[in-house]
């Protein structure tokens, strides 16, 4: 029954951000006013299973009670409804027992998404070029503001490097698996015999972070500014755009020189320090998912990858949940949702089992 004591006080909770949300007073105030409306859309599907769920216990009351009618066709039909309703509470069980995962509190965050050529040479820098094209498409669908930081050109097309900006609902949660290096096996433009050629390319996903979001005291940060060069160091900055952050009680040090803004360096470089605080400061559990993520990025070598794109077959493999699929041509216009929804479902069920050891 701890399922539904659980459920209902969120039904509970649900109904008074419903009340709140009508109240002129929070409606004048937005800083508030936008947390309850988040705070409501969260619990919104969670309580649209609860109450179909709770529809199905009251059909299968009743149908029990019908069972005992002396009428046996009713009787026949109360058995064939209660056994519908037993598999529907069931799925709904199933269903809202992911739900109710908490979340991870860095999935609301934005995030400064980093493609980088891996190994291959120019057919690396290609392939950064086709990721970049493949999570603009991906971004727009989803509603995401996205805007380049900085760019590294390839030499013949695509990128080195190329950082970007990323803003809206819920983006380091559905961008947060895809940190890791990419493999590509394809026949390059270049290659005369048709000899297909494996490169990779490498993307970091890292949550834009604010010095509230951790234990960390303003007064303890020296932030220094240097010249920097911009657009792939193609153009001289003749201003201090490039921005240091050094934490004092710690001696870490994070920088950026990505822009040529000194505003979204200061982001940046913060967000960096901010990691590499966390990461040398959690607990132990902690520390190794930090370490676990991290081996994800790797060093962009073809043989250190999380997911293959096979070019000749059509075919994109991630190899953390062994997917495969045979729609690369769609994958690389933007169309990831299926496997970002495969990756996110199994780490709850992986939370769900951790759950329950925790609990045997």
């Not at 990461?279 to 994800?296: F, N």
């Amino acid at each position: 029954m701890d399922l539904i004591h659980k459920l209902e006080s969120i039904h509970e909770r649900f109904q008074t951000l419903e009340e709140r949300l009508s109240d002129p007073e929070l409606v004048s105030n937005i800083n508030e006013y936008t947390k309850t409306s988040k705070e409501y859309r969260d619990l919104e599907e969670i309580v649209r299973l609860y109450l179909e769920y709770r529809k199905n216990m009251d059909l299968i009351r009743d149908a029990k009670e019908l069972i005992q009618s002396e009428d046996s066709e009713m009787a026949e039909l109360a058995r064939e409804e209660m056994k519908m309703a037993e598999n529907k509470l069931e799925e709904l069980e199933a269903e809202l027992k992911v739900k109710l995962v908490p979340k991870d509190p860095e999935d609301s965050k934005d995030v400064i998404f980093e493609i980088r050529a891996g190994t291959g040479g120019n057919e690396a820098s290609l392939f950064a070029g086709d990721l970049f094209r493949m999570y603009t498409r991906f971004f727009d669908m989803q509603g995401f503001k996205w805007e380049v930081v900085s760019e590294n050109e390839g030499s013949v097309g695509g990128f080195s490097k190329i950082v970007l900006d990323v803003s809206g609902t819920d983006v380091y949660g559905k961008l947060k698996f895809e940190s890791g290096a990419h493999r590509v096996q394809r026949v390059p433009d270049t290659e005369a015999s048709g000899r297909v050629h494996t490169s990779a390319a490498t993307v970091v996903v890292m949550p834009k972070m604010e010095i509230e979001d951790v234990n960390i005291n303003k007064a303890d940060l020296r932030v220094d500014t240097f010249r920097s060069s911009g657009a792939g160091g193609q153009h001289v900055n003749k201003t201090e755009s490039g921005v240091r952050f050094t934490h004092l009680p710690t001696g870490v040090v994070a920088e950026s020189m990505d822009s040529r803004s000194q505003h979204k360096n200061r982001e940046i470089a913060l967000g960096r320090l901010i990691q590499k605080i966390r990461e040398a400061t959690v607990s132990a559990h902690e520390s190794s998912v930090a370490a676990q993520r991290r081996s994800l990025v790797g060093s962009g070598d073809r043989s250190d990858k999380i997911r293959t794109y096979n070019f000749p077959q059509n075919r994109v493999t991630d190899h953390r949940i062994n997917l495969t699929l045979y729609n690369l041509s769609e994958v690389m216009d933007g169309h990831i949702e299926e496997i970002i929804e495969a990756l996110r479902v199994a780490e709850n069920m992986e939370k769900l089992r951790q759950g329950d050891e925790g609990n045997a």
